[in-house]
């Protein structure tokens, strides 16, 4: 199944292959039927093979829209949970949910207008758009983002000023307790940064995070030697507040929560060749299983 005939149908059971007994569905938890602010699906899959209590892995990626590399990631992710039987267990005990493109309009702008557009598209009295990874409900503003609309970081008007990261806002709510892990996907760097984006104090569980973290790594290099680095982010980056994966862990109860950033290609870092698409997400995809393999032992 792939993303746009994803997009176009809304019975995508019907067009799954019986055998692999996974429900599609899209998600019906986020508002009902939210929109982007132009108007667009946010559409979230989710992959399960029945019941309500299982645990739950979440990805989302293009909170950004410009780091064009990190749908793939989520969308190979889908495909092989779906299409390849082999993975078929993969879905069996846990449950998944994924969001492949949480900014919608802010990546078709990329595409039609400016490549390097990062924020969202509402519009601002002088510039548009808000960064969706300093808009939520969690030190918002405290550090690392800025109140002046025309900067990369802006933060919005208030908390969750974006329809978009409240769509997201509101599976962490409908989903408490459930979700373990979560990761949220960017370009660019090779980075794997746990909690939290404004502080180093270490969170409670940073032992677990890191060796994780490594496993995650050693699992990708393993492939063709992409390394990561993994860390706390404003040691391993900078200081963020108001950024989804500190909100998933610190509001959503989600206690393995990475922004998982991706690595660079093309002229900008964020544009790399199509021939390092494939590579990129298959080396990604053996990191992701060694996430599902933790959260399939310990539960
Ligand atoms: O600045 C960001 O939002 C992320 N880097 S990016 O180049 N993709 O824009 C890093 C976010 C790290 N996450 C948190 N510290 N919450
Ligand atoms: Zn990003």
Avoid at 75 to 83: A, G
Avoid at 115 to 144: A, E, H, S
Avoid at 190 to 219: C, H, I, K, M, W
């Amino acid at each position: 199944v792939s993303f746009t005939e994803f997009m176009r149908h809304d019975e995508v059971n019907t067009r799954l292959p019986r055998s692999t007994r996974a429900r599609l569905s899209r998600h019906r938890d986020n508002g009902g039927d939210r929109k982007s602010f132009e108007g667009r699906n946010l559409t979230v899959a989710k992959i399960s093979s029945g019941g309500e209590d299982k645990p739950i892995i979440f990805i989302e990626a293009a909170i950004h829209a410009r780091e064009w590399i990190a749908p793939p990631v989520a969308l190979y992710t889908l495909n092989q949970l779906v299409e390849n039987e082999t993975n078929s267990e993969m879905y069996r005990d846990v449950d998944w949910i994924i969001h492949p493109v949480v900014n919608p309009d802010g990546y078709e702008y990329s595409h039609t207008d400016e490549r390097l557009w990062r924020k969202t598209r509402t519009p601002g009295t002088i510039c548009d758009g808000v960064d969706g990874n300093r808009n939520f409900d969690y030190q918002w503003m405290l550090t690392g983002a800025s109140s002046w609309q025309c900067t990369q970081t802006y933060a919005g008007y208030k908390a969750f000023s974006e329809v978009e990261t409240q769509a997201v806002g509101d599976l962490f709510a409908a989903y408490k307790g459930r979700i373990k892990l979560f990761v949220d996907v960017h370009s660019y760097g090779q980075l794997l940064l746990y909690p939290y984006g404004f502080t180093d104090d270490p969170p409670d569980n940073v032992d677990e995070l890191l060796e994780l973290g490594l496993r995650f790594n050693a699992s990708v290099s393993s492939v063709r030697g992409t390394t990561y680095s993994v860390g706390n982010s404003l040691t391993l980056l900078y200081a963020v507040a108001g950024g989804s994966r500190d909100y998933a862990y610190a509001v959503g109860e989600v206690d393995l929560t990475y922004t998982l950033e991706l690595p660079a290609g093309g002229s900008s870092g964020f544009n790399p060749e199509e021939s390092e698409i494939l590579p990129v997400v298959t080396e990604t995809w053996e990191g992701i299983k060694t996430f599902y393999e933790h959260i399939q032992e310990k539960y």
